[in-house]
């Protein structure tokens, strides 16, 4: 795709991914979250002096079972450096991370576009590092009459895996699927709570424009973004604005950049001569880590189920469409539900339709994870087998479900207390139909005189006024059925 | 009871000639009375010390009690002890009291010995002199007017004077053997890998490693059977049966193939110092030892590969020390640059800044191959010199350094001459292997220092020959003037 003016994007993305491991990737702490702060730092997350580092397996087979998901080499031997520099939320003054033998080589990822078609993005690497803490800037200490930064280091140790993408995503929505086709797969695999909002996964963005069948351009690089829009969002302004610099003669300066959520509005952090020189080098406290293949094999046969081969799956067993299978399948919550519901239920396609149409459409307007749902899989199961079971009508259902969404409990009970239920009592309903028919003789007279073809589109007015008269809770198909019986009596 | 070694005393409490607590009264009584003429201890700890050694000595009633139990040590004030300052000999860590211990201090205190306080050293372990802590200079008991050796010189000259019968220590590039050398005792740096690093203040993490300073190879080895153990809070740590480094000390060392490296005895060694050393080795010979001339022949770049990868690896080491959290801060920073500045400024002394000054050069932008990644392959050389070796003798031996103890300030506008202090040590360190020295003759009343290298893991192999050595030689029994015989 390209931009205004034959202005081709390129993108490359660097995802962090918080591992959901219990401690963290050096100490014994725990990496639980919304702690008070500094409450889950302990002596090695301090930095204290002659403290050290032990790596947690678990953080490698995360990162393995990740390696294995895109299709790429695992690293028999992975190493440790050192990347020097000095923060306050940094307390040893240097990150334990990977450079030169990163633990998960190159792989690929390949994500559905907009328009139907497939891409396949390269994975450059991924490694393993710790996370730094947290700057407060916010709160209103003060010492001497000068405002004060607090410090909080309960994220400080937190095992990541920074995923580096090459640069082959060529617009924001690209960008977004490939991100959210990484979330994705982290949720799925398990090594990730993919709660965007507490930083569990974060953005760094690599844009940059030219011209097709030219060089690319120079990159900038946009950090720190922390949900799906605000990537789009921060990507299409720093589109624009090279777009703009380039069209007016300008040049563009490697620089990274900060992109605020709430103004919409970006700015230079530091430009590539501010850039630290971080003076790696190999932690001489941490010995290189080598997994065998052995280790790596019984990682491969443990790996559950991945997005691709799960919407596979639910064409082949529950028949949806691609398309279908494709919103459910992706996201290991959604892909549970929907599985829960089908099997309580017992019909996939009309578990599928409430979901992806009245549920999705709750989720999406109020920002809620499937995982928060108000309405349970067994409840939306329970409103199906009432619309199976021709208790209620399709319109009856949306009312129920909009009670259970507000939170009134299970279906059948508020289709009892609101008195929803269909009459489907045979004698009720010929009652009904009798008095309608009785009432109406000049209907039933331009029924009865027109064409048998053209006889149903005279049911109708029939039809409004039984409804009207059981208050709509009359089961249509049934009435129908002794609506025309009666009135061929007549003939 | 001073004059005792550790294996007397140990053996003097079982039989009850003494209690741990006499013990204690006495050489805390030493410490009050020699030390300020020393300076060889940072902090005395005299009540904490009374406290463990009532404890021992009711523990040692009850019945049976591992060796060491109730008798005085020292630690070096490099290892942190929980609820006890642990300075690091530098001002940036003078307020700094640590709220846990490390393997080595927990490992003494299972044992049940009795720690009289934290030993003076070279600010952060960089020095071979002592002259750079921060407390002050350690005197050498042999004549106060010189340098104990370093880093470990207050553990050293503690040991020599009497003041405590032995002391843990640490060697990153001679620090354990160097000041043994000059002060007249014995010191063994394990290999690396061998005792735990967790708890100990990092200088150069591939290179540094806990070992004892005692009297003798017998006493080293009684404390090496308690500092050597595996960690698993220390990931280089090696996970091997510690053996009873006592047991084989008196097994015959006829037929021990030791290996004279040529690169040892070059026109820098002292010729005092080579006599007493080629005496030694003539004891050996006569004990049944074979002689064989070997070559190192990458020796003469272990000091530059060393001041490479040391400082590279200390520059990021002492990082944290940045006034944030603990240890010294500058007074009223007025922004976060003039609290970094200001605090390392201020807090860190001059070798230190040199080190760091190295150390982050050399691993900066466009000097990273020429410097760190090539001394990074002359260590690899330099370890397959000895593997070589090893090939063919048992032991390797030489002088531990080329001169005995010098006078205050007398290198004190010369670091690389300070560096070849360590010329015949350093490379020990860069290759991982034990190192050990035994007092082998003097040069004008001062003490000589006979280094012996051993294969990976061959501690046991080196007190036995040290032990055998000290049952022929009374070296190790001089004592330096002054300390009341």
Redo the contacts between chains.
Sequence with gaps: MTAANDWEVVIGLEVHVQLATRSKIFSGASTAFGAAPNSQACAIDLAMPGTLPVANEQAFRFAVMFGLAIDAEIAETSVFERKNYFYPDLPKGYQTTQLEKPIVGPGHVDIQLPDGGHKRVRIHHAHLEEDAGKSLHEGDWQVNGRPMTGIDLNRAGTPLIEIVSEPDMRSADEAVAFARKLHSIVTSLGICDGDMSQGSMRFDVNISVHRPDTPFGTRTETKNLNSFKFMEDAIALEVERQIDILEDGGRIIQETRLYNGETRRARSMRTKEEANDYRYFPCPDLLPVVIDSQTIEAIRDSLPELPDAREQRFVEQYGLSEYDAGILGDEADMARFFEEVAKLCGDPKLAANWIMGELAARLNSTDTAIGQSPVNAGQLAGLIARIMDHSISNNMAKQVFDAMWKGEGEPDDIIEKRGLKQVSDAGALEKIVDEVIAKNPAMVQDYLGTDESKRKKKLGGFMGQIMKASKGQANPQQVNEILVRKLNDLL | MHNQTLAQLSAGLAAGDYSSVELTRHFLSRIEQLDPAYNSFITVTAEAALTSAIAADEQRARGEVHPLCGVPIAHKDI??TDGVR?S?GSKM?DN?V???D?TVVANFAAAGAVVLGKTNMDEFAMGSSNETSWYGPVKNPWNTGLVPGGSSGGSAAAVAARLVPAATATDTGGSIRQPAALCGITGLKPTYGRVS??????F???LDQGGPLARSAEDAALMLNVMASFD?????CVDREVPDYTAGLNDSIAGLRIGIPKEYFDPGLNSGTEGAVRDALAQFEAMGATLHDISLPHSALSVPAYYVIAP??A??N?????G????YRCA?P?D?RDL?MRTRAEGFGDEVKRRILVG?YC???GY?DAY?KKAQQVRRLIKQDFVEAFKSVDLVMGPTCPNPAFAFGSKGDNPVAMYLEDIYTIATNLAGLPGMSVPCGTVDGLPVGLQMIGNYFDEARMLNVGHRFQQVTDWHNRTPEGINP
């Design positions: 290892f942190c642990t690091c860590l700094f640590p709220p846990y490390a690093r967790w708890g100990m203040i990092a150069a993490s591939s698993p809070k220390d990931s280089t590279a690896e520059s990021a002492l990082s944290r020390f940045d944030v959290r603990y240890g009223d007025v976060l970094y982050a691993l900066s932008a990273y760190y």
